[in-house]
């Protein structure tokens, strides 16, 4: 494979440069350097360099090997700064395509919200035509992701336009798990070893939601989706899930949610008497995540129940009357090929979930597999391709069809996350928080709220502290950030 070291001088974060070289390179096989010096001294070590160099709005990229194979000089003075973002990322693609062939057919988006960039061109008034021609000859996405892009904007444009600014979803962070998954990243608390600050975590948790709440109606707004998420909500038990979801009835006037969420998520920590705690307390749909049907490979990514689990546990939640149920799944999983993934969605799809969302394999920097990836046989890509377009066909064909997509870095395949459901059965919540054009106030270690402003133009983040023990012991912190809605 090709190897490739490149230059960047006065090239911020902002432009997304890192990301979009490994669309054509995998990052060993790079060297960054800022001295250009050092790129000199060791362009002979590699077969390509890559120079990117921002000389006050004149911005200079140059391809080269034992010779200059391309160079551009881009003058932006007139351009605002996503303008310039977007002309800086053609201009390398097209050069690193003249000898690298591209792993993604996302072209220069490397994002996480591509359906965002439909909508934004729907907000001016572009024809669907236009737009597909924008996403194919300015962002070079290939026509396949080009019409899924299309396909779920349409089917979020309805719940999303126009937008009710007096309507504010409300997130809930319980960010605890009995265990940890091989391929999690994200800051989660093992309830064998944080678990005696549990009780008070979630006394904190309470009052940051009443305050929260008393602040939202103060304003004249409502509250009308609720999103209870982790970590794994129902690694809690009874008692305290009874206590979380009374608080939260008693607080917020559930006749004007639409949609209240639990994310129940394993099937290990979820009891029948907890579903019909969240049952009676107004909850009206959850989400139970299986990840893979296949024995051998839940042991090997640390999941601590097996597939009839998943069976008996859906069933009961069908009976206590869940009218729409979620159920997640990973393709790429380390030693899992198509037959498998096959096998896991004739299983799930004969349960009938009215959601079943596919995630993408993604191997982040904090999680064990990175970690111990020598250790792993992962999927590789046009294997874990296969396994999209098998899935894309099942689902179809059951009458589940694409609501929602959002992508992560380090994904296998450079594929996407896409959330499937019958009609009628979207999630409100998750259309939200991927096209951003709504207010979402979230509560809890690690919970970002997010502020959509449309009349001011404004859209603003603002970010609880991670930590479990800086969330409990700087609350009053916490408190202060919920009044940024105004």
């Not at 303008?83 to 072209?107: A, D």
Request: with cysteine; hydrophobic share 40%.
């Amino acid at each position: 494979m090709n190897t490739l070291i490149v230059l960047q001088i006065g090239i911020s974060s902002f432009f997304e440069l890192d990301n979009l070289y490994q669309v054509f390179v995998t990052r060993n096989k790079m060297l960054f350097v800022d001295d250009e010096t050092e790129f000199s001294q060791k362009l002979s070590l590699f077969d390509y360099g890559l120079k990117v160099i921002n000389r006050d709005s004149v911005i200079e990229v140059c391809l080269l090997s034992d010779k200059v194979l391309d160079e551009r000089t881009l003058f932006v003075f007139d351009m605002n700064v996503k303008e310039i973002k977007v002309e800086v990322k053609r201009t390398v693609y097209q050069m690193l395509s003249r000898f690298f062939k591209p792993l993604s057919k996302w072209g220069i988006l490397v994002g996480i919200r591509p359906v965002k960039l439909v909508h934004e061109m729907l907000d001016d008034d572009l024809s669907l035509d236009l737009i597909r021609d924008v996403l194919s000859d300015k962002y070079f996405i290939h026509p396949e992701k080009v019409a899924l892009m299309t396909e779920i904007a349409l089917r979020e444009r309805p719940h999303l336009v126009p937008n009710d600014i007096s309507a504010i979803s409300l997130y809930l962070c319980i960010p605890f798990c009995p265990t940890r998954c091989l391929y999690c990243s994200f800051p989660s608390n093992d309830l064998k070893q944080k678990g005696k600050r549990l009780p008070e975590y979630l006394e904190k948790l309470a009052a940051e939601t009443i305050h929260a709440v008393n602040h939202i109606y103060r304003l004249g707004k409502k509250v009308d989706c609720i999103y209870i998420g982790g970590g794994t909500p129902t690694s809690i038990d009874e008692s305290q899930l009874d206590a979380l979801l009374g608080m939260i009835k008693s607080h917020v006037n559930l006749a004007d949610v639409k949609e209240y969420t639990v994310e129940a998520g394993r099937p290990d920590t979820i009891t029948r008497k907890k579903l019909e705690i969240m049952k009676k307390n107004g909850v009206n749909r959850i989400c139970i995540n299986p990840q893979t049907m296949n024995e051998q490979t839940l042991v090997t990514i640390g999941r601590a129940h097996d597939a009839k689990s998943i069976v008996d546990v859906m069933k009961m939640a069908k009976e206590i009357g869940f009218k729409t149920i979620n159920m997640d799944l990973i393709i790429g999983l380390p030693g899992e090929t198509v037959h498998h993934t096959s096998d896991t969605l004739d299983k799930i799809i004969e349960l009938a979930p009215e959601n079943i969302t596919i995630h993408t394999l993604a191997v982040k920097r904090a999680s064990r597999l990175h970690e111990d990836l020598d250790y792993y046989e992962l999927t590789h890509d046009q294997m874990v391709e296969e396994m999209m377009d098998d899935a894309e066909l099942k689902l179809r064909k059951h009458g589940l069809t694409p609501y929602y997509m959002y992508r992560q870095k380090k994904m296998v395949g450079h594929l996407e996350n896409v959330g499937y459901a019958i009609s009628g059965h979207e999630s409100l919540y998750n259309m939200r928080i991927m096209e951003e054009k709504h207010s979402i106030v979230a509560c809890g270690a690690g919970a970002v709220s997010k502020i959509c402003a449309p009349e001011e133009n404004r859209f603003e983040r603002v970010a609880n502290f991670k930590g479990l023990e800086d969330y409990l012991d700087r609350f009053d912190e916490i408190l202060l950030k919920k009044e940024i809605l105004e």
